[in-house]
């Protein structure tokens, strides 16, 4: 981490040192395991606005830590979201990947990851530097200890067409197929006929990390979302489930993400 988020993170220990506790109690009065707050002090993993909130109310700091993570945000070059997130990714031996609107970003291609920035949204640079990071991020699946990725999506993302983009759907469709081949990657798809069901309420991520503990990620149009709250995250981890089972076993599921790619061949 830079010297910055050193900063931060200098002030979090001092604060705990000036209270007399232990990592495991101080942990605890804001909810987070002992193990947690020393990967925090340490840099293992950053400080999630979650985090900095828990300790600014508890602590009664005046929101001190949450302002220090915000102008840090400012003082880099990628969103302090995105940020976070590509640390625990990085980090994470399993990662559970759901999927309401698009193939996950893992599993996109390039002509894909631009085709989903379209819109006017962001200009031509923007649109570079974001497809780039993306690309990037996908070095984790192909390292020599990748961690294990399950994503389910809806079926819809894989019928949903890209206007003026002939044969964008079939390269991805067979992008799907082929890395759903790995051992460490498994695709399931919910097919349409599941109806109404719980996913359709939004995409998430729930991230395993070395040391057995998990952190969230969910979003919308206005604002990335981090929850790594034991009990928020074990909430989480319950809707995982639930939308896990509605989804195909993962052969069927590559077998019908091979029908749909004939269906989008000319």
Same mark, same amino acid.
């Given at each position: 981490?830079g ?5 931060v993170?200098?002030? &979090?220990r001092?604060l705990?040192?000036?209270?007399g #506790?232990?990592?495991d109690?101080f942990?605890r ?6 193990s *947690?707050v020393?990967s @925090? ?7 999630t606005?979650?985090y900095?909130r %828990?300790?600014?109310? *508890? !602590?009664?700091?005046? =929101?001190?830590f ?5 102008? #840090?945000g400012?003082?880099?070059?990628e ?11 990085? =980090?994470?031996t399993t ?7 698009? @193939? ?15 819109g006017?949204?962001?200009? %031509? ?15 984790? $699946?192909?390292r020599?200890r990748?961690p294990? &990725?399950i994503?389910? #999506? ?7 067409? @890209? #206007?003026d ?9 067979? *992008? ?7 051992? !460490?990657?498994?695709? !399931? @798809? ?6 109404m069901? $719980?996913?359709?309420?939004?995409q ?6 070395p040391?057995? =503990?998990?952190?969230? !990620?969910?979003d ?9 709250a034991s ?9 995982w ?7 195909l076993?993962?052969r ?6 091979? =029908?749909v ?6």
């Amino acid at each position: 981490m830079g010297t910055v988020t050193d900063y931060v993170l200098e002030e &979090l220990r001092l604060l705990r040192a000036e209270t007399g #506790l232990s990592q495991d109690d101080f942990g605890r009065a804001i909810g987070y395991s002992g193990s *947690h707050v020393s990967s @925090v002090e340490t840099g293992g993993r950053p400080p999630t606005k979650e985090y900095t909130r %828990a300790v600014d109310n *508890h !602590h009664r700091t005046g =929101e001190r830590f949450q302002r220090m993570l915000e102008r #840090l945000g400012r003082l880099d070059a990628e969103p302090a979201w995105l940020r976070e997130w590509i640390e625990f990714e990085r =980090e994470a031996t399993t990662l559970r990947w759901f999927e309401l609107a698009y @193939v996950p970003g893992l599993l996109q291609t390039e002509r894909y990851a631009r085709a989903t920035l379209a819109g006017g949204r962001f200009d %031509a640079e923007d649109v570079d530097r974001i497809v780039a990071s993306r690309l990037e991020r996908q070095a984790i $699946l192909r390292r020599p200890r990748p961690p294990q &990725l399950i994503a389910v #999506l809806d079926e819809a993302v894989l019928r949903r067409p @890209v #206007l003026d983009q002939p044969g964008l759907m079939v390269e991805q469709c067979e *992008h799907l197929v082929e890395l759903a081949a790995q051992e !460490h990657i498994q695709v !399931h @798809v919910v097919p349409v006929d599941a109806g109404m069901y $719980l996913g359709l309420a939004g995409q998430f991520i729930i991230a395993e990390m070395p040391d057995g =503990e998990r952190v969230a !990620h969910a979003d919308n149009q206005l604002i990335a979302q981090f929850v790594d709250a034991s009990t928020d995250v074990a909430k989480l981890a319950k809707t995982w489930e639930i939308v896990r089972n509605e989804a195909l076993p993962r052969r069927q599921s590559i077998e019908l993400i091979k =029908e749909v790619a004939k269906a989008w061949t000319p």
